[in-house]
Structure formats: C-alpha cells, structure tokens
C-alpha cells in the first residue's frame, strides 16, 4: 500500500484539473502543466479532492500509484506558487550572468560557458546567486541539477556550484612535514 498514493489532495480555489485517460492538466493562476500518464491508476475528482486507486494490484501499477499522486500534486502547488531553487558560486574569478534567454558562466575554464534557459523558467543572478524560478517543479530541479553539474563543489576549498542550503564538507589539505 503506498501512502502517498493513500492520501487525498485537495483541490485549491481558483485551480482547475482536467482529467483524461492519458493526461492530467491542471490550470491555475500562474499557469497550465501536463502530464501523460499510463492508464494503470484511476484518478478520481469529487468535490474538490483527488483520489488515486490503482487499477492492477501488479508491482508496476503499485509503483505509479504514489508517483502520480505526488506529480499531481507538484502540479497543483506549482500553478499556485512557484518553486524556487538557488545556486551560489564560490571561487575567485567565478563569474554568472543572464543574457537573453542564456546564462553566461566563467567557471576557470579556457572557453565561456552557455547554457540555454528553458521556457517557462526564470532565471536571476545576482552577485554570482543563481535563482530558478518556475512552475514544474520537475523543470527546476532539472535544470539547476544541470548546472549545478558544470562545476560541483570540491571538498578542499569548496569552489564550485552549491545549493543555498547545501553543506559542503572540507578536507584537510596536505600536512607540511
């Protein structure tokens, strides 16, 4: 029995889901989401709450249970308030930048580097700050994982890409004798 799958969601005000048998579109005031689905859970919508019932009692069919539900309800809260995700950049000569629909990174390399922002984010930076906004939460978490993934911290100086909440744990350097 999945206990997320268990739960029930409540609908907000102002958000509407539409229901079909290989698609969930939820609208709300920020914006509209989709996901295709697989015809394996039944999603009800009565009075304003959701309900997810899995159709076969398969491991496949248990396991898109809770998967669904916790994507539906991703979809709901983003249309509502944005997800957001911040990056902070440490290291002398570490530089970020939005140009247009690019980000502009000098990350130490010998070439700039160009990342293309995806529609339906923004993108802030700020003092080498790096802030993702956007409704899908999937999309947001993608693309500051991408990024995060051209420079991660390393452990002796913690130069690199990290989460704002994000620890880095230091190594000792070398001992001199």
Known sequence: ?????????????????????DEVVVAGPLGTLKKNTLD????????????????KTDKFSRSLW????????????????????????EGVGFKSEVKGTDLHLA??????????????????AEKNNITVTGIDKDL????TAHVRSLKKPEPYKGKG?????EII?????????
Not at 161 to 165: A, Q
Not at 169 to 177: C, I, P, Q, V, Y
Request: no cysteine.
């Open 1 to 21: 029995m999945s206990r997320i799958g268990k739960q029930l969601i409540q609908i907000p005000q102002g958000v509407t889901v539409t229901i079909s048998p």
């Open 40 to 55: 394996l859970v039944a999603i009800s919508q009565q009075d304003g709450v959701l309900t997810f019932t899995p159709r």
């Open 66 to 89: 809770g998967t669904y539900a916790s994507h539906v309800e991703n979809m709901i809260q983003g249309v509502v308030t944005p997800f957001v995700k911040k990056l902070i950049l």
């Open 107 to 124: 990350l130490g390399f010998s070439h700039p580097v160009v990342v293309a922002i995806p529609q339906g984010l923004t993108v802030t």
């Open 140 to 143: 947001v978490g993608f693309f």
């Open 161 to 165: 890409f990290r989460y704002s909440d």
């Open 169 to 177: 744990r230091r190594k000792a350097g070398k001992k001199s004798a």
